[in-house]
């Protein structure tokens, strides 16, 4: 190549992305090269990657068309992140945005990869459909988004996958549990958190075989996670030859579950189980009592596993059950990540939520992937360049890799998650692990 054609490819390239700095830019070598003088022409490598003579001498358009993230030199390696930090679980939200930044800080602290920073674009998914819709137009719209943590809700999640599989951006949610959010039709649908199918049965199980209980009720909120789980509950608990006396639905938001649960009473269950957040959750067990529900079990899921629910239910939560989707705890770094936390943020992780580990995860996996796949296009004065499509096969290729929850794996439809459930039971006002996972 002449001095001429590579400076004609150097001005595209900056002007292109539009760079203020162009001419620094420009002369800026890659991490692992001997810096040239500007007015010298490179030398030839003596030995290329595989294709990059493909990639040298395309413009930044091109390069974008042909399906790659182009980075400047200086320019931060860009995750996206959909969280819920508004709408009905806004402390579990924010615990997860926490915990993003956290890993992008750990990140960084290593030096980030290849001279590259690495940048988290926070954006609120609010736990909702539409929000995730609106917040993947943003990031299908910005081509220096890489790949996506989150989103935290199913609703939320599916609102964003559509749209991410049509610009080919990889996510994976730390938290999304619906068995259609991992699907053969995705291939950029990815997550740590694991299937709520696995947790509706566990849970039956666990109710039907261990608390011999062999008659419940069921109540779900109106959100797509509450009636999901919910039904998976019911068709589990039936299947092991359990009754199902009611299969009831309240809004998110109420206050006054004392009509659906005067109905409920009529046939006496022996367990209540609801699928939903931890607020009304705690009112359904306060109100339980005031309708002759009294002596009847109450068990609900992750949602209520938090302080939230203590508060609200009081000392009634006594003996009331809880499950969580939970991983197998690397207990050093947990210690390393909790103190951390607690100096970045002032709070104990787990006064905000349970997901700060899984969206830590959640941003190392997308990492991890990103950095077995990006190359230098030493022809294009030291960008770095990482192609989608093969981003997408790393995510799903990740084997072995350790994170905060566990050991992560990825399978052919983008489930990565370690560990399995667990049963909490409420003694003296705190939660005590009585079965799953984990439990010695």
């Given at each position: 190549m002449t001095r001429k054609s590579f400076l004609t490819i150097g001005l595209l390239i900056c002007a292109a992305l539009v760079l203020g700095a162009c001419s620094s830019a420009a002369t800026e070598a890659p991490p692992?090269?001997?810096?040239?003088?500007?007015?010298?022409?490179?030398?030839?490598?003596?030995?290329?990657?595989?294709?990059m003579g493909l990639l040298m001498g395309m413009s930044v358009e091109e390069l974008m068309e042909a399906g790659y993230v182009v980075i400047a030199p200086g320019d931060p390696i860009r995750l996206g992140a959909s969280v819920a930090l508004t709408g009905p679980i806004p402390d579990p939200g924010r615990d997860i945005a926490n915990g993003n930044e956290i890993a992008i800080d750990d990140l960084n602290a290593d030096g980030g990869y290849m001279g590259h920073a690495w940048e988290l674009v926070l954006e609120d998914g609010a736990c909702d459909g539409d929000a995730g819709k609106v917040v993947g137009n943003k990031f299908a719209a910005d081509p220096s988004i890489v790949a996506v943590a989150g989103g935290t809700c199913t609703g939320e999640t599916l609102g964003l996958a559509p749209i991410l599989e049509a610009?080919?951006?990889?996510?994976?949610?730390?938290?999304?549990?619906?068995?259609?959010?991992?699907?053969?039709d995705c291939s950029v649908c990815n997550r740590v958190a694991l299937s709520e199918k696995l947790q509706g049965e566990f849970d039956a199980a666990y109710v039907y075989n261990t608390l011999a209980i062999t008659k419940v009720a069921v109540m779900y909120d109106n959100g797509d996670y509450g009636l999901g789980l919910a039904g998976l509950f019911r068709d589990a608990f039936e299947a092991l030859g359990g009754t199902v006396t009611d299969f009831s639905g309240v809004q998110v938001g109420d206050t006054d579950f004392r009509a659906a649960l005067t109905l409920i009473a009529v046939n006496a269950p022996e367990l209540i189980f609801f699928g939903g957040n931890a607020l009304e959750a705690g009112l359904i067990v306060v109100q339980m009592n005031e309708?002759?529900?009294?002596?009847a079990v109450f068990m609900s899921d992750d949602r209520a596993f938090l302080q939230q629910y203590l508060d609200t239910a009081g000392d009634l939560a006594e003996g009331t059950y809880i499950s969580?989707?939970?991983?197998?705890?690397?207990a050093e770094a947990n210690e390393i990540f909790d103190a951390k936390y607690l100096e970045k943020f002032g709070v104990s992780p787990d006064d905000l939520g349970t997901l700060h580990g899984k969206a830590y995860d959640a941003v190392n996996l997308l990492a991890d992937a990103i950095m077995r796949v990006a190359v230098m296009d030493e022809g294009g004065e030291g960008y770095m360049l990482i192609e989608r499509e093969a981003l997408i096969k790393a995510?799903?290729?990740?084997?072995g890799l350790v994170g905060l929850a566990g050991i992560m794996t990825c399978t052919a439809i983008g489930d990565c998650g370690a560990g399995g459930i667990q049963i909490f039971q409420v003694q003296?006002?705190?939660?005590?692990?009585?079965?799953?996972?984990?439990?010695?």
């Open positions: 692992t090269a001997v810096p040239a003088p500007a007015t010298d022409v490179p030398p030839e490598p003596t030995e290329e990657p595989a294709d610009a080919s951006i990889p996510f994976v949610s730390p938290s999304a549990t619906k068995p259609s959010i991992t699907t053969p309708v002759g529900l009294g002596d969580f989707v939970a991983g197998d705890e690397v995510i799903r290729e990740t084997s003296d006002g705190a939660f005590v692990q009585v079965s799953g996972f984990g439990l010695e």
